[in-house]
Each structure stands twice: as structure tokens, then as C-alpha cells.
């Protein structure tokens, strides 16, 4: 099976986001990606929507929760949030929804910088995988993937998908 | 000490599993504890400054020698790592030092803590500890002696990077009492690892160690020469604790020849900052308006102390961990 165009999702996902939040009444939402590919996605997202606000950067490397198993990421950067979380709506953006564990390592970060009003998930590529009740408000693309298989974003520009083979064990 | 050993304070991987001397330690690594430091900065500035990284782990603080900033930084760093901490203050006995360790070693090991952080007046303790304790605790240095102080060397670079800049054009200057200094031998060995061109140490020929050539540095005795026009001033604490017998004539001649004054201060770089570990010494090793003017940073020291000790602290367990699970992997394997 081949992977979708980035470049031809993006703008079906901005049209989806944008119904998306008129059909909740949200004005002004801030805008979120999750470091790398998130930031990447987050970014398209943002030009094909001609939205000039600030892009919130977040690193959840201090939040996952497999630390006890993996260990801390090497290449961890500090989050950028350059607008109030407090009462606010949110649109959180990442490339590729696996397990849903990311998604809710960056809650728990958000949440410590304060309560929001909301928060909307937008994903790239949604692989099926969830291990937790976790789902995204809009999706580029969902497709599965056979065992041991990955997909990893390529970016910033163009983006990307690439299929890759975990070496067996 | 630790060169010719294998390094234990790195698992098979090369990470940190201990934090014991920065003796060994790559410059990759000293940057990747400083880049990992900076994103703790960040944490610190937010409403909630606290990560829940090494929640359900406990940190034991072992201090044999009084400290304030140093143990209430690592209490604080630990607690914003979301760990559990306990600090005991043990005060230094006469028993010898084998009896003392094995002995305290024993009891802590006991208390099924994940991590210790241990604060020694003798040189090499921390090594000690870090050789005998069972697989899987890490061994933090909070200071050993007259030998290493990692993280002080580590948060002193972490403000040198953030105030300063890149290490490969800077000049700086470590001045006072260097010969009982663990900060000034961390430091020299962390500057010279980083790239820094132009270390120099200056102070009286009573209180300069043997052998400071292999560190690379240039040794003045005379203030005004080895100031001459540096970036970074960083002053020591006299320690009067450490000294026997006739080292100094007296506080107020040190100051006179080694005090860090306004005027001494201006034969620095124009930009220089003026760094010192703590606690100062008021017009015995830096003059007041120095010590609360606008090209101090030591303050600032204080609260990168906090990003590096979490640093530190988290990649150690991280370190742990990782070397665990290749244990357990070779295992399965056999």
C-alpha cells in the first residue's frame, strides 16, 4: 500500500479543522504542534490556513511515560508556549497517532500550564493503534499497518511519509 | 583517578548511569547534560515546576559536610522531578574512612532508594560508594574534598554558555584559592572538554595545587596580569575551614592582592561576568559592589543549579535504566 501525499492531506485537514471549529463555536483557537513532525504538520496546517497567530511548541519528553523503560530522549529542546493556556481552546497537532500515548504525555503538560477551555486533536496519519481512548477531531488519513512496520514523517519541507521496518528483535 | 579505571560512571552505551567527576566525560555528553539543562530552565519558569519524570522513584541526599545551596538544590531538583526525597544530614565522625562508608553504605542501601546524592569531605568518596553499591542505584557527586564537584562545574558552565556564548573564543579567569577548590579543578576540566581556549588561574603561590599544567591552564600570581581582559571571572571562597598552618598572612592582605574590586574588575573585558559558587565572602575575596553589580551573575548561578541538578539527575536514572535492560537482555540471551 502506499502512503498518502502530505502535500495533497493538508488542505483537505485545514478545510476539515476549520468546519471542525465553527461547529463548535470556536474563535480564536491557539494552535499547538508536538515536536518534531507535529511542529511540521502544525506549520502547513498554519500557511494553508493563512493563520498568522503564534505557533505553541510543545516537547513532551519529560512527560512520557515509558521513561521507566526507554529512558529520557537525548535530544530534548524546551517547550514554547508564548500565549496563556488558562481558559483558552486548543488545537493540538501531530504527525502520526499510534498508540495515543504522546497525545496524553502532552495533555498532562498542558494541563500544567493551566486549564484550557478545550483541546482539539488534529493528526496527519491516524495507524489504527490506539491503546488508549484517545481520537482525533480530524484526521488526514487512517491505514494500518502490518506488524513491526512504522511510519516516520519527513520534513520540514517538503514533507513526507516513509515506510520503515523495525529490525527484528 | 578515574582515567585509567573503566568508566564507571558510564553504562555500555556511554551515558551516564553515576555523576561522579567530569574526568572521562565526553564533550558531546557535557553538552548534552547543558541542552537537557535548558529545557529544565524552562520548566522552572512555569506556574506548575514540576515534571513527572522520576515520579515514584526516591532520591536519598547523604550529606556528611554542611552545605545549604548545594543540598537544598538537589532537594528542590529532585522534587521538581516529581521524586521523593529524603536528606540526611550525617555528621563526619573520626572512624576511618573505609569503616564509615561500608558501614553507612550498608544502612543506605537498606532504605531501597533509587538514587543517592553524597557530599563527603573526603576526596574519592562518592566513587567509593559508587563501586560498592548494588547494580541499578545511581551515585550522585555532590562534592568530594578537595577532588571533583560536577554539578557546581556543570551549572558554571551552563551560565558561562548562556551568558556568553560558544566556549571557543572565551577567556576566562579562575581566581583565589584554588588549592583546596573541588569547583576549580570541575571547572578547569569542564572548560578545557568544552573548547575553551584561554583558561587562567590566579592566586598565591601558598594556595596553587602541583600539577596544575595538566589541566592546560595558564597560572598568574598576579592579579592585575591575569585579568587582562578576560570574559568570565570566576571567583572562589577562601576556605579558612580547609587550611592548616601558614597559607595566608591574613584575610585583609588577600584581599589586597586577590580581592576582586571595581577597579580590578574593570581590567576585564568590558562584558565580563563575574561568577562565584557561593557562599561569598565580603570584602575577603570580592568587594561588595562587585559581588551586587550589574556584571554579577551569582544569583543566576543559583537557579541553573536547579536545571543542571535535574538534568544530572534524571540522566543518571535514565542511564540506569537503559543498562538494566541490557542486562536483562545479555540474560535471556545466555
Redesign the interface.
Known amino acids: 500500500m502506499t502512503l498518502p501525499d502530505p502535500a495533497l492531506l493538508i488542505p483537505q485537514m485545514a478545510d476539515a479543522l476549520s468546519q471542525h471549529l465553527a461547529r463548535h463555536g470556536i474563535d480564536e483557537p491557539q494552535f499547538i504542534g508536538i515536536r518534531t513532525g507535529g511542529v511540521w504538520v502544525a506549520q502547513a496546517l498554519l500557511e494553508h490556513m493563512a493563520e498568522s497567530s503564534a505557533l505553541g511548541v510543545l ?1 513532551v ?3 512520557r511515560d515509558d ?6 530522549h ?7 508556549l508564548p500565549f496563556e493556556i488558562e481558559g483558552r481552546h486548543l488545537v493540538l497537532i501531530d504527525d502520526v497517532l499510534m498508540s495515543g500515548r504522546t497525545v496524553r504525555a502532552a495533555m ?2 498542558l494541563f ?3 486549564r484550557p477551555a478545550s483541546i482539539s486533536l488534529v493528526c496527519l496519519l491516524d495507524l489504527d493503534a490506539r491503546e488508549l481512548p484517545i481520537r482525533p477531531d480530524v484526521v488526514g488519513a487512517t491505514l494500518s499497518l502490518e506488524p513491526g512496520e512504522r511510519v516516520k514523517l519527513l520534513g520540514p519541507a517538503p514533507l513526507a511519509l516513509e515506510r520503515q521496518t523495525l529490525a527484528a528483535h | 583517578m578515574t582515567a585509567a579505571k573503566p568508566p564507571l560512571q558510564l553504562n555500555d552505551q556511554g551515558q551516564l548511569r553515576h555523576f561522579l567527576s567530569l574526568d572521562g566525560l565526553s564533550r558531546d555528553l557535557l553538552n548534552e547534560i547543558l541542552d537537557t539543562a535548558d529545557s529544565f530552565l524552562e520548566v522552572g519558569a512555569r506556574a506548575v515546576k514540576k515534571v513527572p519524570l522520576l515520579r515514584g522513584k526516591t532520591v536519598c541526599n547523604v550529606f556528611f559536610e554542611n552545605s545549604t545551596r548545594t543540598r537544598t538544590t538537589f532537594e528542590l531538583a529532585a522534587k521538581r522531578l516529581s521524586a521523593d526525597v529524603i536528606t540526611l544530614n550525617v555528621s563526619t565522625s573520626s572512624t576511618s574512612k573505609g569503616e564509615t562508608l561500608t558501614d553507612t553504605l550498608r544502612n543506605l542501601e537498606a532504605m531501597a532508594a533509587d538514587m543517592f546524592v553524597v557530599r563527603h569531605g573526603d576526596s574519592g568518596a562518592a566513587h567509593f560508594i559508587a563501586e560498592h553499591v548494588c547494580p541499578g542505584v545511581a551515585i550522585i557527586n555532590g562534592g568530594d574534598g578537595r577532588h571533583a564537584h560536577p554539578t557546581q562545574g556543570m551549572l558554571d558552565m551552563l551560565t558561562i554558555r548562556r551568558h556568553k556564548g560558544d566556549f571557543d573564543k572565551l577567556s576566562v579567569a579562575i581566581v583565589g584559592d584554588i588549592l583546596h577548590s573541588r569547583v576549580a579543578r570541575s571547572n578547569m576540566l569542564a572548560l578545557k572538554t568544552l573548547g575553551c581556549p584561554d583558561i587562567r588561574v590566579i592566586g598565591p603561590r601558598t594556595l596553587l595545587p602541583v600539577g596544575l599544567e595538566q589541566y592546560g591552564v595558564q597560572v598568574f600570581t598576579d592579579m592585575d596580569q591575569g585579568l587582562a581582559g578576560v570574559d568570565v571571572v570566576i571567583m572562589l571562597r577562601l576556605q579558612r575551614e580547609r587550611m592548616q598552618g601558614g597559607l595566608l598572612p591574613s584575610e585583609g592582605e588577600f584581599f589586597r592582592l586577590y580581592g576582586l574590586t571595581p577597579q580590578r574588575l574593570a581590567l576585564a573585558n568590558p562584558e565580563a561576568i563575574v561568577m562565584h559558587p557561593g557562599p561569598i565572602n565580603r570584602g575577603v575575596e570580592i568587594d561588595s559592589a562587585v559581588a551586587d553589580g550589574s556584571q554579577s551573575v551569582i544569583l543566576n548561578q543559583v537557579t541553573y543549579g536547579i536545571a543542571i541538578r535535574m538534568a544530572v539527575l534524571s540522566m543518571a536514572m535514565s542511564g540506569q535504566t537503559a543498562q538494566r535492560q541490557t542486562n536483562s537482555e545479555s540474560e535471556e540471551q545466555a
Open positions: 516537547d519528553s519529560f512527560y521513561f521507566t523503560r526507554n529512558g529520557l537525548p535530544q530534548v529542546q524546551p517547550s514554547e498532562n503538560e500544567d500550564y493551566g
